[in-house]
């Protein structure tokens, strides 16, 4: 069984600083994955970035990093230079590569709002 | 353009009927997946399916149905046994293969009046 864990409160963040937002994980899968999700207001899912378990570097797309501690079960989103469009919920969630089965399992989020 | 698409954007229902949420995606994607949203919620399975004409129930599957007749298409019925079916319904897809995230569609509001 798989479980993601996002306890933060809702997070605010001045315009053009960075957040981090925490992300833990528990799994018995000796290879997985783990992904972050962004969903505005409007709803849809909007998938931000990637990274698997034996990936040495921490995963960047653009202003995300992903900070991957695989000892410490931790996978935390980090936003540099905020914008009003990050205002939003973020999702954690990961896959056990356990061959049959692809399902992803999901934390219940963060809301973050951005301060101009 | 490829995406996902899911029809109806909000959908009334009165107590006792059952109504049926349409899911298409035209990315060619092997894998389809039904989550349910409540508010100030994560996401959690419904139904999945990885092929055509196959599926498995997810975490909460009691008073849904699925069909995946074709590829593109997997619809969710949320039938009368749904005791507290009033959610946000989002439909994902994903190519085969353990790197590839989900894709979702813009989702469908379900309220039961």
């Known amino acids: 069984a798989q479980k993601i864990t996002q306890t933060q409160p809702g997070m605010f963040v001045q315009e053009k600083e960075a957040v981090t937002l925490d992300c833990t994980y528990d799994t018995s899968d000796q290879s997985y994955g783990l992904f972050w999700y962004k969903q505005p207001s409007s709803g849809e899912m909007i998938f931000l970035i990637y990274?698997?378990?034996?990936?040495?570097q921490n995963a960047t797309e653009g202003r995300y990093s992903l900070n991957f501690q695989k000892a410490r079960k931790s996978a935390n989103l980090v936003i540099s230079a905020s914008q009003l469009g990050d205002s939003a919920m973020y999702f954690c969630a990961m896959r056990g590569f356990n061959g049959a089965n692809s399902k992803l399992t999901f934390g219940k989020g963060i809301t973050l709002s951005v301060r101009p | 353009d490829g995406g996902i698409t899911q029809s109806p954007k909000y959908l009334f229902r009165k107590e006792g009927q059952n109504v049926t949420l349409s899911c298409e995606q035209n990315l060619n994607h092997d894998a389809m997946y039904w989550y349910r949203q409540d508010p100030g919620q994560g996401l959690r399975l419904i139904y999945y399916s990885q092929i055509v004409n196959d599926f498995q129930k997810g975490d909460i599957a009691e008073g849904y149905s699925v069909s995946r007749e074709k590829k593109e298409s997997f619809p969710l019925t949320v039938t009368s046994a749904q005791k507290n079916p009033t959610a946000f319904y989002l439909c994902a897809s994903t190519l085969s293969g353990e790197y590839n995230e989900q894709f979702f569609g813009p989702g469908t509001r379900l309220t039961v009046l």
């Open positions: 990274q698997g378990s034996y990936d040495e």
